[in-house]
């Protein structure tokens, strides 16, 4: 990368600081070459020099804390500088560390939203708050996270440590804190994180936190209100029901088979995987797959344990065999047997969708690309 692309980074990025920190390797060098130069002119012009071999020999030297008895000012500046350089590393590393320090009491001295955890939920709602990246405090348990850069770079706030930690509440001044999500890849700490930002807010006039959970039954909870605070709403959020509405705001459940709104004739879906995200989905066609002239929705579940996951559904959502319109069809088919893109469903007229719910990526693509269908893939980031 030239210096021009380098200079128009360094503009672009909303941390300075920590930019030249992260490319500390420009600036260690940038110091370097500085004290070679002082370096030249410096033993130049000392009395201690015979000859041009020995100024450049001198000036190497000086990286090995090789200091002449002669000095001037420019020897000086040049062993400072030099100094700089060689232990570069090390003061950017505790520059780091203040820096961000100081970048989070920045924005909890205001009002601020907090985001526990930066796995691919978090980062899902980061990525559309950039505009706001100065007023989000993360907190992140993982110093290897390897999104953790990325983010301070973008000038939100990170703090790295256990936010069930009292060190860390007070820390984060919760006092300012306006909003909270809290997602951390696992339903159970997610509740006693809940529980220990509650405890530690104290009389609050209002504040809302997110709790991410893709138990069922836990978000029943929060739905019915059995858990709660006094003037702070709970609001559980699943994000697999957010990437499932996402999936139909953006395509419809037609395909490309409009026609079908007007008529009567029946249509299907198929849907391969058994997991949260196939059960998101599953349940978002139930709210929206209803038509004027009550056309008949056949729901392919394709998996190897399809009736043991149309079962899974059954218990989940106990109103699934009084919608009259829509019926759930089991396909207890392998995708990795080569008999599976042979199945007759692929090529009925009015199937207007497969959607492929696998966690897999690459069980995605091998999918898609043997198959040859109209997919609507989700592929998961991070």
């Not at 961000?100 to 899902?124: A, D």
Request: glycine fraction near 6%.
């Amino acid at each position: 990368m030239n210096i021009k692309n380098r200079l128009t980074e360094f503009k672009n990025s909303n941390n300075k600081l920590y930019y030249l920190i992260n490319n500390k390797e420009l600036v260690v060098g940038f110091f370097a070459l500085l004290a070679f130069i002082f370096g030249i002119i410096g033993f130049s012009i000392s009395k201690e020099t015979n000859g041009f071999l020995d100024v450049i020999n001198n000036t190497i030297a000086l990286f090995a804390f090789a200091y002449p008895d002669d000095d001037n000012i420019y020897l000086d500046i040049a062993k400072l500088l030099a100094i700089i350089g060689l232990f570069g590393g090390a003061i950017s590393f505790f520059i780091h560390r203040v820096s961000n320090h100081l970048v989070v009491s920045s924005i909890v001295k205001k009002p601020y939203s907090l985001v526990v955890g930066l796995g691919e939920n978090s980062r899902y709602y980061l990525n559309s708050e950039m505009d706001r990246a100065g007023e989000i405090v993360i907190v992140e348990s993982d110093k290897s996270n390897p999104y953790i850069d990325h983010y301070i770079a973008k000038g939100f706030g990170l703090y790295i440590g256990d936010i069930l930690d009292n060190e860390v509440i007070e820390n984060i001044n919760l006092s300012n804190l306006q909003q909270a999500i809290i997602s951390s890849g696992d339903d159970k700490r997610n509740l006693e994180i809940l529980i220990k930002l509650t405890d530690s807010f104290g009389d609050v006039e209002y504040k809302r936190v997110y709790i991410h959970s893709e138990e069922f039954a836990l978000k029943a909870l929060f739905m019915e209100g059995v858990v709660s605070r006094q003037n702070i709403e709970i609001v559980p959020f699943s994000f697999y029901e957010l990437v499932a509405k996402n999936l139909f705001s953006k395509h419809s459940i037609f395909g490309d088979k409009e026609e079908i709104v007007t008529g009567s004739e029946p249509y299907s879906i198929a849907i391969i995987g058994s997991g949260e995200l196939a059960m998101e989905v599953i349940c978002q066609l139930f709210n929206i797959a209803h038509l004027p002239n009550e056309n008949e929705l056949s729901i392919y579940c394709v998996d190897r344990e399809a009736d043991r996951f149309i079962e899974k559904i059954k218990n989940r959502y106990s109103y699934v065999d009084k919608i009259l319109n829509i019926k759930l069809v089991p396909l207890n088919d392998n995708f990795e047997d080569e008999n599976f893109y042979q199945n007759k469903i692929w090529f009925e007229d009015n199937l207007t969708n497969v959607i492929i719910t696998d966690k897999d990526e690459q069980n995605n693509l091998n999918i898609e690309s043997a198959g040859q269908l109209n997919i609507l893939t989700r592929k998961p980031s991070g």
